[in-house]
C-alpha cells in the first residue's frame, strides 16, 4: 500500500478553505493539522465536520509530529517566518502561492484523466458501431479509421492514416465536406482504392467555432440492398395479411338495417330470413342499388355462419387471366409469378359464406369449375393435386335476366338452375315510392351523425319531388341524393331547391312545361291525372300513390277516374 502523504495547514481562510477542500478529495492524501487563530471559520468547521483535527495556536500546530507537508495559506510574513524557523526538519513548507500552483497542477491532472475517461469511452463506442467511421483532419490527413472501415473496405489503419484523403479518395463525401465546408448527406461513391460501393453521411469538425477537420460515417451498399430485401419480405408478409383481413370481412349488416313495408319487399325479407336459417344456394336479382349486397350481409350475419368468413367475389372486377387463381387458389410455382401457395376464395370462405357478385358477367370457362364446386363442394388449387374439400354457403347476385342469358346462350344454364335453388327478387324503388318517407328518415338521421347536423327533414315540395322521380339508380340514388343535399342544406329542413340538379328526371320536367301553358282548369286537372296514372300504373298500389301524389281521396280519384272514361 502506497503510504499518505501527511499534510497540515496553517491559515483556514478563503484561500486555506479552497486548499483543504482540494487535497481532502485525493486519495493519497492524509490532512493531519489544520489550524486558525479564529476557531469559526467556514473552513475550521468543515475540518471539524470532516473528522479533521484543528488547532487555533501556531505553537500547538507546530508539535504536530510527521507531517510531511506544510502549507502555509495565511500569506503573513511574521506567520510564514515563525513556521519555517519552528517546523520539524522533514516537513516542506509550500507557501500560499505554492499552493495554488499545486492546485493547478492537482486539477489539470484530474481534467486528464477525465480526458483519458472519456477518450476510453470514445473507443469503445467507435469499435463497436457496425458503421465504417474515417477522420480527417483541415488539411485532408487521415488521423482515425474504425474496426468497422477496414472490415467494410479491407483497408487496415496503416493502410489509411497518414495518407490525405484528398488523394486517396478526392470523391468521397469526406473530401467534399472538407472543401465545401457543409455537411454531405447520402452521398453514394466508391471508397478510393477498392472496388465497395458505400453510402455517407460527413460533417465538419468544429471546435470554438473553427473547422478543424470532418468525419465521415459509411455503409456498403451491399447491406442496404439486403436491408432492402428484407423490407421487400417483410412488407410481402404484411401485404397478404392485409389481404387476408380484407377478404375475411364479417358482414356488417342485419335485417334489423332493412327498410321497407312495400308487400314484394316484405316477400323478399321473410323468405331471406327463413332462407338465412339453412343452408341452399340463394340467387338475389334486382336492378343496381336495391339492396342485393345488403340482403347478403344480413343473410349470412342471420345464419348459423355468422361467425364464419363473409367472403365477396367481384366476378367482373377479376380479370380473365387471374380468376382461377383467385377462385381456387394456386401451388407456388403454378406459373410464372407464383412464389407461395396462395388460398383463393372458395378455400377462404371455408365454413362461411361466398357472395358472388355480378354473377352474370363470370366468364364461361369459370362457369364450368363452378358447377363443379357446387355439385361436390371440392377443388383443385391451380398446379395442384390435392383435392380440396369445402363447406360453403354460395349466394350470388345479378343485376341482368340470367335466365334470358342462359336462353340466348350466354349463361350456362345447368349453373344458372344451380345457383337459383332459391330466388330473391328486390323491387326497383320507382315500386315502392311509399318507402322513400321511411329511408329518407333514416338517411337524415345517418347523416346528421356524419356531418354533425341538425336537419329535421324534407319541406312538402322536396318530398313530392322526390315521389314525383323514377329512380333508375334505386336506393343507392336516394342515398346520394339526400347525402348531396345534406352538404348544401343551411337551416333544418331540405327544401326542392337542394335537390333539382340531382333528381333531374324527365317527368319533373314534363310536369314543369304544364304549368307552364295556360288552359282551363278542367283540362289541367285531366292532364294531371292522366300523368298520375302514367307515373304510377294503373294498379291499386300506383292508384293510392296517385291519389296521395294529387292529394285527393282515393274515392275521389275514382270518380274522377270514371268520369273521364266516360266523357271519352
Ligand atoms: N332495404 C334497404 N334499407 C336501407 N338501405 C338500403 C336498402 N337497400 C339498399 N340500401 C342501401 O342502398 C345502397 C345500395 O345497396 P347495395 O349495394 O346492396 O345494392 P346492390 O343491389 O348490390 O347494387 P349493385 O347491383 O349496383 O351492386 C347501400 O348503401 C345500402 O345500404
Ligand atoms: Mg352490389
Known sequence: MVRKVRVGIVGMGQGGSIVYKTLQSIEHIEIGMVCDLLE?????????????QTCVTLEAFLKVPNLDVIIEATGIPEIQKQVRQNKSKSSAVIEAQGANLMMFIIEEKEKLSEIKRLKGELDAILNSVQEAIEVAGIDGEIKYVNPSFSRVTSLSASQRIGYNVFDVSPNGALAK????????????????????????????????????????????????????????ASNQVIDELQNHI??????SYTFDDLIGSHPEFISALELARKAAKGNSTILITGESGTGKELFSHAIHGASLRRNKPFIKVNCAAIPETLLESEFFG????????????????????????????????????????LLRVLQEMEFERVGGTKTIKVDVRVIS????????????????????????VLELRLPPLRKHKEDIPAYVQSLIAKFNRKFGKHVLGLTARAEELLMQY?????????????????????????????????????????????????????????????????????SMEGKKLAAKALRISLATLYNKLKAMSSNL
Open 40 to 52: 469559526k471559520t467556514q473552513g475550521m468547521k468543515m475540518a471539524r465536520l470532516d473528522g479533521v
Open 177 to 232: 465536406s472538407l472543401k465545401t465546408h457543409e455537411p454531405v448527406l447520402a452521398h453514394r461513391a466508391m471508397v478510393g482504392g477498392t472496388s465497395v460501393e458505400v453510402i455517407s453521411n460527413a460533417s465538419p469538425i468544429v471546435v470554438d467555432g473553427n473547422m478543424e477537420g470532418a468525419v465521415v460515417v459509411f455503409q456498403p451498399m451491399t447491406d442496404i440492398y439486403k436491408l432492402m430485401e428484407q423490407l421487400k
Open 246 to 251: 380484407d377478404q375475411i370481412s364479417t358482414s
Open 330 to 369: 394456386h401451388e407456388k410455382g403454378a406459373f410464372t409469378g407464383a412464389v407461395k401457395t396462395k388460398l383463393g376464395k372458395m378455400e377462404l370462405a371455408n365454413g362461411g359464406t361466398i357472395f358472388l357478385d355480378e354473377i352474370g358477367d363470370m366468364n364461361p370457362y369459370l362457369q364450368a369449375k
Open 397 to 420: 347476385a345479378t343485376n341482368r335476366n340470367l335466365l334470358e342469358m342462359a336462353k340466348e346462350g350466354n349463361f350456362r344454364e345447368d349453373l344458372y338452375y344451380r345457383l337459383n
Open 470 to 538: 323514377n329512380w333508375p339508380g334505386n336506393i343507392r340514388e336516394l342515398q346520394n341524393v339526400i347525402e348531396r343535399a345534406m352538404v348544401t342544406v343551411e337551416d333544418d329542413m331540405i327544401n326542392h331547391k337542394h335537390m333539382l340538379n340531382f333528381v333531374d328526371s324527365q317527368d319533373t320536367i314534363e310536369q314543369e312545361q304544364l304549368v307552364i301553358e295556360i288552359m282551363p282548369i278542367e283540362q289541367m286537372e285531366k292532364q294531371m291525372i292522366q300523368l298520375a296514372m302514367k307515373r304510377y300504373g294503373n
